[in-house]
T-cell receptor
Framework: NAGVTQTPKFRVLKTGQSMTLLCAQD?????MYWYRQDPGMGLRLIHY???????AKGEVPDGYNVSRLKKQNFLLGLESAAPSQTSVYFC????????????FGPGTRLTVL | AQSVTQPDIHITVSEGASLELRCNYS??????LFWYVQSPGQGLQLLLK??????LVQGIKGFEAEFKRSQSSFNLRKPSVHWSDAAEYFC?????????????FGSGTRLSIRP
């Protein structure tokens, strides 16, 4: 099992450009999450999904959109990137409930110039 | 408001020395508690978790943590650290009263190992 994978690993954008980060999991987990990690701030939840076709806002959702068209995939979109979105983005998944153990991908380092 | 605090931003210990990383939370009910480790350039990996039962929890890589309700703490310990333990450690908490409760992560403690 590959677990949780993220594509791409690194990306540099210019302000105003758009991009989509892809997260895939092969553990048949119901719940998936997108976090951003910034120095000294730990992980902050952007959006999450409790099942195929569902999404919900987390702590810092502004400027991001998500979609969960297939159970194994969770996409994070930036429609118009801003320098404040420079961060490391982590995807995670969990099995039964939102408070269950989460399994993390390796991260995507995004720089917005 | 729900919160989890890791008071130490950065800790340096000598190889072979003991380690204790602090974690405090603010919830009324018994929470679900986790410790994750993040090696440089990697995602987070679960070290251990506490949901109920014995308050001393054993995890991977020789780590353990103790839930102390009276102190609202869940400190991580290791009797003898190895150079490979250098990483960032995150405490995480989810309120136990609802299965819809989301996990909240602390801001992390960076551990450096002195040779």
């Amino acid at each position: 099992n590959a677990g949780v994978t993220q594509t791409p690993k690194f990306r540099v954008l210019k302000t105003g450009q758009s991009m989509t980060l892809l997260c895939a999991q092969d553990m048949n987990h119901e719940y998936m999450y997108w976090y951003r990690q910034d120095p000294g701030m730990g992980l902050r939840l952007i959006h999450y999904s409790v099942g195929e076709g569902t999404t919900a806002k987390g702590e810092v959702p502004d400027g991001y959109n998500v979609s969960r068209l297939k159970k194994q995939n969770f996409l994070l979109g930036l429609e118009s990137a801003a320098p404040s979105q420079t961060s490391v983005y982590f995807c995670a998944s969990s099995d039964r409930v939102l408070r269950d153990t989460q399994y993390f991908g390796p991260g995507t380092r995004l720089t917005v110039l | 408001a729900q919160s989890v605090t890791q008071p130490d931003i950065h800790i340096t210990v000598s190889e072979g020395a003991s380690l204790e990383l602090r974690c405090n939370y603010s919830y009324g009910a018994t929470p679900y508690l986790f410790w994750y480790v993040q090696s440089p350039g990697q995602g987070l990996q679960l070290l251990l978790k506490y949901f109920s039962g014995d308050t001393l929890v054993q995890g991977i890589k020789g780590f353990e943590a103790e839930f102390k309700r009276s102190q609202s703490s869940f400190n991580l310990r290791k009797p003898s650290v190895h150079w490979s333990d250098a990483a960032e450690y995150f405490c995480a908490v989810a309120p136990g009263y609802s299965s819809a409760s989301k996990i909240i992560f602390g801001s992390g403690t960076r551990l450096s190992i002195r040779p």
